[in-house]
Every structure is written in structure tokens, then in C-alpha cells.
């Protein structure tokens, strides 16, 4: 599973560029929303934008723990976008995303 989920008690001396630009999902209730992570400072806290499907261009700015965002490194930013484009569509199957 190409999942990662980053714990609050892991060192947080992570390059942190490496999780800004890239595809996470964000616990939305009792399921998961695919959400792009855009940037991150020292403490854990993400800035994340939960875009509409299918105008992935517009959406909703969320800030929210680490602890609370799955990285999904199987897929970049700009597949995860054709893919919501497409109503997720391969979401499941071609990058293997699963809860």
C-alpha cells in the first residue's frame, strides 16, 4: 500500500517541502476526501485545499493537524486533479487508494 500516514511523535526535522504540493486525503466524517496538501510549517500544522469535484479549480481551504492527513504518494498532484476532472475515476484502481 503506497499510503503513508505521519504520526505526531515522528521527527518532525523532515525536509518539509516534501509535503507541500502533493495529494493526501483528510478523515471527512466517516470517510476520506482527496485533498492537496499545500504547505506545512514545523509543528504539524498542513494547509490543505479540499477542491470541488469535478471544477477541481475551486474548492475549500482547510488547516488541520498531521496527524489527521494520509499522504498518498502513489499519486501526484496533477493525476490526482484528471482524476477528480474524470469523478474520480481510477482512484481505487490504477493508484490503488483504498481507506
Known amino acids: 500500500m503506497t499510503l503513508t500516514r505521519r504520526s505526531r511523535k515522528k521527527n ?5 517541502e516534501l509535503l507541500t504540493n502533493t495529494s493526501g ?3 471527512w466524517q466517516e470517510y476520506w476526501r482527496p485533498v492537496y496538501i499545500v504547505e506545512q510549517d514545523e ?6 485545499f479540499l477542491p470541488d469535484v469535478p471544477e477541481t479549480n475551486k474548492g475549500h ?9 494520509i499522504v498518498v504518494s502513489s499519486i501526484t498532484a496533477n ?13 481505487c484502481t490504477e493508484y490503488k487508494i483504498s481507506s
Open 79 to 91: 493525476q490526482l486533479d484528471a482524476s477528480l476532472k474524470n469523478m474520480g475515476k481510477g482512484l
Open 61 to 69: 481551504v482547510l488547516v488541520a493537524k498531521q496527524d489527521h492527513v
Open 43 to 48: 509543528d504539524g500544522t498542513c494547509v490543505l
Open 12 to 16: 518532525y526535522n523532515i525536509r518539509l
Open 25 to 27: 486525503l483528510i478523515r
